[in-house]
């Protein structure tokens, strides 16, 4: 029982970075038009950053200085490489985003080195908070409520300032947007911007639970693409709670069948796409 | 009489077919002109290319006597001029509220308060999604939604589609209501009939090219042409 329990919140934390990846995965892939498979290599910058930051600002500076940092790489990358594609061939993003993802990789290699690295966590935050469920961390509940104040945080300005509404009426129909005298390349602007800071604050927060590799984007970007089509396109909620789903899943499948925790993920999406195509959350129509 | 909109020798492309041949018109201030036209003769890509949503390959656009060509739309929009696109195109999972937060701030006589004093079913229905508004109601945000750039110049793209008689009547009294304010209007519009009673002067439009224009009350006494251009069942709607 405590071992289940014990995967359950693994998968759970899991599913956090996953769902905090496919939020912004979603928000660019919305606005922007852009499946941007150099989301995990922003992920990886954002814990790298932070790492380096650490000891000259502490972890909480670091903390919150390193997704903004993050969120600006992301603005430079929107407005020199991203934006001269917008109105392509989606494979040209594809195929632009795909090298960037490879090139990013390759860079925190040449700058941090190709092995591992820990993310030293405030002591305070170290302790497990009870006996039995000795996994119950401080780091992990800290985790858990830092991830759901930045996203409750993404959704209220969706929801109520002008440019997070402009933002959703945007995903529906830009041109429109721009025909009202909004400038749609500084919103796409700041969206991919707002996209890539969820992705350094989950690159942060993973830094603390799984360490730095240079390949910890990569390994997070393909369960995070299938957390999107589980909760369906074009629904942030969906994105999240297919995050989580798949990570509670793979969890749950690894106190009893260890070796089928990766497989469970993509099972989990042949169902849905079987059974309900749009996701769970997705609007109709959408890939139908 | 000053000049709202000077549209020069427009060519407009869409992909590699050519829509527009040339195209000139004008819009002085103080009027409201027609564009009519049959299905396909290029009315509403003439209000795209001057909206710069599809930019013309060739040719020039002068806005209030500025020159305004190749200007990106939201430019075009904040410089004065408020579009009201075919099909409404209102954002139908966001409320009404929302919708009207959509537009880039301005300052002028068009605010939220004035805009629902204008539209009293807008306000009732503010926490309304888009979507579950009637077609009179859509059409009514939509003209709201462009109102609150405070524009100069009102380019409305066939407000009448779809819409019962009754409320017909309503946008096309609103549409006055705005000459009446001053700004100007350039109108695209399927019943020539109903176009033509609120005109002052009136363009035709046939394959891209322009090839009537004139007084809207000269081509209204043109019975067989208007009937032509109305197709059938435009005589019924008719204004008195």
Do not use: C
Not at chain 1, 215 to 240: D, E, H, K, N, Y
Not at chain 2, 133 to 160: H, K, T, V, W, Y
């Amino acid at each position: 029982m405590e071992l289940l329990l014990f995967n359950i919140f693994n998968g759970f934390i899991i599913g956090i970075f996953y769902a905090l990846m496919a939020l912004g995965l979603s928000m660019i892939l919305g606005l922007n038009g852009i499946i941007n498979f150099s989301h995990g290599g922003f992920l990886a910058l954002g814990a790298y950053m932070a790492y380096s930051l650490a000891p000259a600002i502490g972890f909480w500076g670091a903390l919150i200085v390193s997704p903004f940092l993050a969120g600006f790489v992301g603005l430079i990358v929107e407005r020199v490489l991203i934006r001269p594609l917008y109105g392509r061939d989606p494979l040209f993003s594809l195929l632009l985003t795909f090298g960037l993802a490879m090139i990013m990789q390759d860079l925190i290699r040449t700058f941090w080195g190709a092995t591992g690295l820990p993310f030293e966590v405030p002591n305070a935050l170290t302790h497990p908070l009870s006996q039995v469920y000795f996994f119950i961390t401080g780091y992990r509940v800290f985790l858990v409520a830092l991830a759901l104040l930045a996203t409750a945080s993404l959704f209220a300005l969706l929801k109520f300032t002008r440019v997070g509404i402009r933002i959703r009426a945007g995903n529906a129909d830009l041109e429109m947007v721009s025909a009202l005298g909004i400038n749609i390349y500084r919103l796409r602007a700041v969206n991919f911007s707002l996209g890539i800071f969820m992705a350094g604050l989950a690159g942060v927060l993973a830094a603390g639970r799984l360490g730095l590799t240079p390949t910890m984007g990569a390994s997070l970007i393909m369960p995070s693409f299938v957390a999107i089509i589980v909760g369906g396109v074009g629904s942030l909620v969906g994105s999240l709670l297919g995050g989580i789903i798949i990570g509670v899943a793979a969890g749950i499948t690894t106190t009893y069948y260890p070796a089928a925790s990766d497989v469970v993920i993509y099972l989990i999406m042949a169902v849905v796409l079987i059974v309900r195509p749009r996701g769970l959350m997705g609007q109709e129509g959408l890939l139908e | 009489m000053s000049k709202v909109l000077e549209a020069e020798n427009l060519h407009t492309f869409y992909g590699k077919s050519h829509i527009l041949y040339g195209v000139s018109l004008e819009v002085n201030e103080g009027e409201v002109v027609a564009l009519l036209g049959r299905n396909g003769a290029g009315k509403t890509t003439t209000l795209r290319s001057l909206m710069g949503l599809t930019p013309p390959r060739q040719g020039r656009i002068r806005l209030f006597g500025q020159a305004a060509t190749g200007w990106a739309p939201h430019r075009i929009a904040r410089f004065g001029v408020g579009y009201v696109p075919e099909g409404r195109r209102i954002f139908g999972h966001l409320t009404v509220a929302d919708n009207l937060r959509v537009p880039a701030a301005t300052q002028g006589r068009w605010t939220l308060d004035t805009i629902y004093a204008l539209f009293p079913r807008l306000a009732q229905r503010r926490t309304s999604k888009g979507s579950r508004l009637s077609g009179g109601e859509q059409e009514m945000l939509a003209i709201a939604r462009a109102l609150l750039l405070n524009p100069r110049f009102l380019i409305l793209d066939e407000p009448s589609q779809g819409l019962a008689p009754v409320i017909v009547e309503d946008v096309m009294k609103t549409v006055q209501g705005m000459r009446d304010e001053g700004i100007a209007v350039l109108l695209v519009e399927q019943n020539a009939w109903l176009a033509l009673s609120i005109a002052d002067r009136a363009y035709v439009i046939d394959d891209g090219r322009v090839v009537h224009e004139g007084p809207a009350s000269e081509l209204a006494a043109d019975e067989e042409r208007v009937r032509e251009l109305a197709g059938a069942g435009g005589k019924q709607t008719q204004r008195r």
